[in-house]
């Protein structure tokens, strides 16, 4: 074999860290697509024409952090701190969190006759959660169809909405922003005290309610009714779905009217129509909206824990939502349920779950709460807050909710720090971000048997 000759052949050799690129992991990659949106966001929103004032580096990562994870916790008030052109830098942000970056990635290279290579295709495989590259594909195009034509539809109701209030070029604003926030769940407003001032306007808080209810259940959800259009043709999950989170919205509004119904700084002054109205609000927004229409931090205790639950359950998967998520949730009572009832298999609605995916969400919820402890400790030692404040803090930022108690603007540097790294877990999920640092790895070794006492 003939030596290489420079003047021949332009040799390039692979390099280690171009080799380390190549082999990073399909969580890896999605994490580090996270972090690069969140990159150019911040340096967008540090640009002069972007705000009224200069605001430091860490406040611009917080920022765009909390768009591209479509939380909506925020350290400056978007409507006054951020000019029109920062706002729409945000929404955009917005849109690209709450979509992902891997649909338009997808979309973008079908739609130029692309071919995917065998590692855009596992991490295609690993952002949408499946195993058949052309039901990613698929999945992927009807994402941005289905989000185009609903917040299309929502900005229309939200514009004809605003239109005598605000005028025409701002109920555009208004309904541009706020349309884009609500479906992708972000919870972003153009008011420091969020839609309170709307708090009994039926249409807003129908349309709003609306938009990030069904962003929230999960694109898989409303794909599966498009093309089934039938209740008993409908697959297990979208079921499962559905039902749950009527069955949750339902006890959730019902819980919070009875505990808010006497309080003055709530609902306790409020006729009963508005009540209704303000009750249902409170109940479907931490899924994981980030809206609200009363104080969040003039609920009761009471209430303030039942929204940390609710925060924590979240919405469906490949959603616009986060949390727990609402399959993860049923499948971790129904094996519950099972062991109770000494029972060998988990079974929803007459189907057998496998026991890989009751594993999933055990894993899932312990890796959570784990984080969920470890947030809440180290915010105790470094903000001055009540407890309930820290950990509804905490719950709204892994679950990318962004209600808060008022904790928000007052974090410490470090407090800040470690919010944007909540708010970055919630989004990519707990499981991914672990399996950032640990990829997945089978064994082929069988042990013997252990008698571990448990409980």
């Not at 973008?108 to 990613?136: D, P, R």
């Not at 989000?147 to 605000?166: A, C, D, K, Q, Y």
């Not at 093309?227 to 019902?254: D, E, G, M, R």
Request: a positive charge; charged letters at 10%.
């Amino acid at each position: 074999m003939k030596p290489w000759d420079p003047r021949v052949l332009p040799y390039k050799p692979i390099t280690a860290a171009k080799k380390n690129l190549l082999n990073l992991s399909p969580p890896a990659v999605l994490f580090l697509g996270f972090a690069l949106l969140i990159a150019i966001g911040t340096v967008l929103l540090k640009l002069p024409i972007a705000s009224y004032d200069e605001i430091s580096w860490l406040q611009s990562v917080f920022t765009a952090t909390s768009a591209v994870t479509v939380t909506g916790l925020v350290v400056l008030d978007t409507g006054t701190h951020f000019t029109l052109f920062g706002q729409i830098v945000i929404a955009l942000l917005i849109q690209a969190g709450g979509l992902g970056f891997m649909t338009f990635a997808i979309v973008a290279a079908v739609s130029l006759g692309a071919k995917l290579g065998i590692g855009q295709q596992i991490v295609a495989q690993e952002a949408f959660n499946q195993t058949n590259l052309e039901k990613v594909t698929f999945i992927a195009k009807y994402v941005l169809i289905y989000s185009l034509f609903i917040e299309f539809t929502g900005f229309m109701l939200l514009v004809l909405t605003w239109f005598n209030e605000l005028g025409l070029s701002t109920a555009i604003h208004h309904a541009f922003f706020y349309t884009i926030s609500a479906f992708n769940n972000a919870g972003f407003a153009l008011s420091s005290n969020s839609l309170t001032p709307y708090f009994n306007n039926l249409s807003i808080n129908l349309v709003i309610t609306a938009l990030f209810i069904i962003g929230g259940i999960g694109f898989l959800v409303l794909i599966d009714i498009k093309t089934q259009k039938n209740w008993h043709k409908l697959n297990v999950n979208t079921k499962i779905v559905l039902l749950s989170t009527l069955i949750i919205n339902i006890c959730a509004f019902a819980l919070i009217w009875i505990l808010e119904a006497k309080n003055p700084a709530t609902l306790g002054l409020l006729s009963i129509p508005d009540q209704a109205i303000t009750a249902w609000f409170q109940a479907v927004t931490p899924r994981t909206a980030g809206f609200n229409t009363v104080p969040i931090e003039e609920l009761t205790q009471a209430t303030t824990t039942l929204m940390i639950l609710l925060m924590y359950i979240g919405g469906g998967s490949l959603s616009t939502a986060s949390g727990l998520k609402i399959g993860t949730f049923v499948v971790l009572i129904m094996a519950t349920y099972a062991f109770l009832r000494r029972r060998d298999d988990v079974v929803i609605l007459q189907r057998t779950v496998p026991p890989t995916q009751v594993m999933k969400a055990l894993a899932l919820t312990v890796v959570s709460i784990i984080v969920i402890f470890i947030g809440i400790f180290i915010l105790t030692l470094t903000e001055k807050a009540p407890f309930i404040d820290i950990v509804f803090e905490v719950v709204s930022a892994l679950s990318t909710v962004g209600l808060s108690r008022g904790l928000t603007s007052q974090l410490s540097v470090t407090g800040e720090i470690v919010i944007i790294f909540l708010m970055i877990i919630g989004r990519v999920g707990p499981l991914t971000f672990a399996y950032f640092f640990a990829s997945p790895k089978k064994k082929y070794i069988k042990y013997a048997n252990a008698d571990i006492q448990v409980g």
